[in-house]
T-cell receptor, first 111, second 113 residues
Framework: GENVGLHLPTLSVQEGDNSIINCAYS??????FIWYKQESGKGPQFIID?????DKRQGQRVTVLLNKTVKHLSLQIAATQPGDSAVYFC??????????FGAGTTVTVRA | DADVTQTPRNRITKTGKRIMLECSQT?????MYWYRQDPGLGLRLIYY???????NKGEISDGYSVSRQAQAKFSLSLESAIPNQTALYFC????????????FGPGTRLTVL
């Protein structure tokens, strides 16, 4: 299933369904955003990024949407797989080459 | 992760000990960062460096120091470790130019008893 709206710390999704992970950012002047995936025991791994002059960007099975009006960022994962189970972080560029990270959403994929 | 290596991967130490965590990279990036991660919290920036001669404090630098020995090496030191410095520590690298993406190492799990 899908979860939209407010940021949730956890998301449980059925294998094969689409996932939507939400993030609210704080600085209206932020011009660059990144989504990271962190698997247990590993460092954050870059998934996809988007600049503020775009509303949408697509990668392989992932789409990032940016709504600057309400300062909201979302990550959509198509056909969620067991390997997608991880913690997902959004990050915004808040200063010169510095990133500010959200608390993360733990995604669990049910078989 | 292979582009950024961190040593040690795990370390248990006692209060008051001096600890050094090391980070090295093979990408030739100018920018290097040290972050700390605590359960339920996002990553917080400790220190960052844009060049060998450039060191900057992040949001939680108290109790930490760094050294940029070469473009490829950036070490983090805890001069006198305390239990609330128990955390996961990540090194990250970033390239020059408009792309501000940062790439992370595998992390060091530090426990201070």
């Amino acid at each position: 299933g899908e979860n939209v709206g407010l940021h949730l710390p956890t998301l449980s999704v059925q294998e094969g369904d689409n996932s939507i992970i939400n993030c609210a950012y704080s600085n209206s002047a932020s011009d660059y955003f990144i989504w990271y995936k962190q698997e247990s025991g590993k460092g954050p791994q870059f998934i996809i990024d988007i600049r503020s002059n775009m509303d949408k960007r697509q990668g392989q099975r992932v789409t990032v949407l940016l709504n600057k009006t309400v300062k909201h960022l979302s990550l959509q994962i198509a056909a969620t797989q067991p390997g997608d189970s991880a913690v997902y972080f959004c990050a915004e560029k808040t200063g010169d080459y510095k990133l500010s990270f959200g608390a993360g959403t733990t995604v669990t994929v049910r078989a | 992760d292979a582009d950024v290596t961190q040593t040690p991967r795990n370390r248990i130490t006692k209060t008051g000990k001096r600890i050094m965590l090391e980070c090295s990279q093979t990408k030739g990036h100018d920018r290097m960062y040290w972050y700390r991660q605590d359960p339920g919290l996002g990553l917080r920036l400790i220190y960052y460096s844009f060049d060998v001669k450039d060191i900057n404090k992040g949001e939680i630098s108290d109790g930490y120091s760094v050294s940029r020995q070469a473009q490829a090496k950036f070490s983090l030191s805890l001069e006198s470790a305390i239990p609330n410095q128990t955390a996961l520590y990540f090194c990250a690298i970033g390239g020059r130019g408009a792309a501000d993406t940062q790439y992370f190492g595998p992390g060091t799990r530090l426990t201070v008893l």
